[in-house]
């Protein structure tokens, strides 16, 4: 019964001339049923149609071969289908593989599935969505980006809204490109008011400012963004420059990265092996006490080593006499 309800539904694309009916596309998955077939007349029934986008019908693009199983977007791994072709094709390809490949095809059907439960449901709400999400019924119709290069604001505005009122704030057209969190030749100044500035690498500082960000990015991400923003060619990669490599630390919270056969002549000048951070080997000065580390302070006061730690690093006047002597707080 379900094998007949498809051949049904793709029915209404499976008229071809004499010519065309031995012929099939070949889309290199070594299928040989009658999904396989089913699926080879639609998609040559689309092609055979000369489809633009231009034509005023709301069409998708399909991958032949799906990505999952080695597509490529290349032109002739593309083809326009309406919303419902584009269901029945999915449905014709879940059906058609095997083992893996079936499971591939399995998930892209249940994401179309989320849109309607059949080839027409699906259709009608693909069709509405893109009617009212084309020209002035989209949300960002006759809108820009628009933003401050010495405030880094950004807004998305009306372009009648930066012309009249944007345009003489300081603000261009545009996104600023970033790398490593702000451009390149800049840097970013804070005052103790929390408000955050972008100035020229070679401007002076002005009086109450500092240099830093309110909200500094995570090293993790700083390091993802010089990784992108990398020469592959020219640059190695942050692992390799640290293979083979350890950790020393001396009596003053200095920590170094240094190389196996350097240890020696690091440890005359009073390192050790270790990090600083991974292994709470900074000294701590509590009420004029001195412990080598957080672990010999937590021992000594009987408590945790989260509650010292968040002691010497508070600002409050109460814990005043708690801190890091390698750090400021």
Known sequence: MYDIRIYKIVKFISVFTSQNKNKSV?????????????????????????????????????????????????????????????????LLLFKMTEGSQK???????????????????YDFVRQLIAKNSCGENNCAFGKIWVYNPDTLERKFVNQEEFESFYKNQGFVKGLVKQIGGFPRGTKIIINNKRQEKMIDKNTAIPN?????????????????????????????????????????INNDGEVKRIKKEDLEQYKKNGFAVGSGHTKNMRRISINGIIYKNLNEAAKKHNMQKYIINYRAKSSNQKWENWFYLDQSR
């Open 208 to 248: 109450g400012w500092i240099k830093g960000r309110l909200n500094p990015p995570s090293k993790s991400h700083m390091q993802n963004m010089r990784q992108k923003n990398r020469d592959k060619d020219g640059h190695k990669k942050h692992s390799e420059c640290l293979k083979g490599r350890i950790s020393v």
């Open 103 to 121: 499971k591939a095809m399995l998930r892209a059907l249940v994401r179309m599935l989320t849109f309607g439960k059949n080839s027409k449901k």
């Open 26 to 90: 070949n889309i290199n998955m070594n299928y040989d049923n009658k999904y396989s077939k089913w699926y080879d007349d639609l998609i040559k029934q689309a092609q055979q149609t000369n489809r633009q986008r231009s034509d005023g019908a709301i069409y998708e693009n399909h991958h032949i071969r799906p990505k999952s199983l080695g597509g490529k977007n290349s032109i002739s791994n593309l083809v326009l289908l309406t919303p419902r072709e584009h269901f029945i094709a999915h």
